[in-house]
């Protein structure tokens, strides 16, 4: 053995759903596990029940494994520890806000709203004492109107505070609902992609991600794991393993390492290790991925189309295969509802393509967050059909 990491993690949250019911959750959670590190695997253990102080008395090979060093007491910059009275009250102030933003002849079928807080210490054989506490808001709105049902995601930011109109900019065309449907016929168009749908899109390209398979960006395009951007959920100073995050860009040959897939390598860790449950092992991801790129508005644009709600993706044979509904676009306004937009691309065709970007900057999904503006391409190839 090469050396060994405990952890413990007590969390407690609250969910209430309202659609057809109204129903609310309390959760608690607590949780410890220990890795064991040998020269060629990982060893695993969680349970409900602590483990005795034998972990500290294994005897470790010469090879000793370079696990991190740190120690102190970490949290985000604002962390509040909140009880059932504060969290209903926090849940009808977003109702309301929700109500006041979203039109009228729209019905909201279903609404979803969470709260986390959780504690972790982290302890290994490098000498290893570190805490940290975190604390989010999140959850879903359903949203209903004539020939549409989206669901639209939400996170809050660092200040425990959830950027609701910016969600909403970002189904802005739903309400210019009804609108004429219109299929639209093979073609090669200009787009905005919405940040929902690119989100969608980068979740389904993880894997080549974490290889480092992802074609030359455009100029003034970079994509970065920014663990310490002040708009993100997961806004604290120390990955899964208890490492102090980094920056880290994504690009060509360039992929992300925890501690043991550094050593396996030869490299060190950047610090991108990921613990999203306490009985799961951790792996390697990205805390808040963000693009960003060139800003712009869309003045000089005629005619577009948007992109605005996923319905599936998947790939084959090189090519990777969309189909969203969204919106074609005349002189600034959505004009026609597109119902099933088929798209077909590849790697490089799609990210050579990227023009400009246009805030606000969106987060979604905490494990491999992303945080993502509206983005327009030079051109998609759309098709009637797969």
């Not at 970002?170 to 004429?180: D, K, Q, R, T, V």
């Amino acid at each position: 053995m090469i050396g060994w990491e405990r952890v413990l993690k007590e969390g407690k949250g609250f969910d209430i759903i309202i659609g057809k019911e109204e129903n609310f959750l309390e959760n608690n959670e607590r949780g410890f596990a220990l890795r064991l590190f040998y020269k060629d695997k990982i060893s695993f253990i969680s349970s409900t029940n602590q483990f005795d102080t034998l972990s500290k008395n294994f005897i470790l090979k010469e090879e000793k494994l370079n696990l991190p060093q740190t120690k102190g007491n970490f949290e985000a910059e604002k962390v509040h520890e909140i009880n059932k009275t504060e969290f209903l009250n926090s849940f009808d102030n977003f109702k309301r806000e929700i109500f006041l933003n979203v039109k009228r002849d729209m019905e909201i079928c279903k609404i979803n709203f969470s709260y986390s807080y959780f504690f972790l210490k982290i302890e290994n054989s490098s000498g290893a004492e570190v805490s940290l506490k975190n604390s989010n808001f999140y959850g879903s709105i359903s949203i209903k109107g004539k020939n549409f049902y989206i669901e639209l995601p939400f996170l809050s930011n660092y200040k425990l505070e959830i950027p609701l109109k910016g969600y909403l900019n970002a189904i802005e065309p739903y309400f210019y609902m009804p609108l004429p449907l219109k299929t639209l016929e093979t073609s090669r168009k200009p787009a905005i992609i919405f940040p929902y749908v690119l989100s969608y899109i980068f979740e389904s390209l993880m894997d080549n991600f974490l290889k480092g398979e992802i074609p030359e960006l455009p100029p003034g395009f970079y994509l970065k794991d920014l663990p310490h951007h002040p708009l993100s959920p997961n806004y604290f100073p120390i990955d899964g393993e208890g490492r102090e995050k980094k920056e880290f860009e994504l690009k060509k040959g360039n992929f992300p390492l925890d501690t043991f897939k550094g050593y396996i390598l030869g490299r060190e860790s950047t610090s991108n290790s990921l613990r999203n449950s306490i009985f799961e092992p951790p792996e390697v991801g990205f805390h808040n991925l963000v693009l960003k790129g060139p800003e712009k508005d869309l003045d000089n644009f005629d005619s577009f189309v948007s992109l605005t709600y996923p319905l599936y993706f998947f790939e084959k044979d090189t090519n990777y295969y969309l189909k969203s509904e969204g919106f074609l676009y005349e002189k600034g306004k959505p004009k026609f509802f597109l119902p099933e937009i088929f798209i077909k691309f590849t790697l490089k065709d799609f990210f050579s393509s990227f023009s400009f970007v246009k805030k606000p900057l969106l987060f979604y999904s905490f494990s491999n967050s992303f945080g993502l503006p509206f983005l327009f391409l030079k051109g998609l190839n759309f098709f009637s059909s797969f």
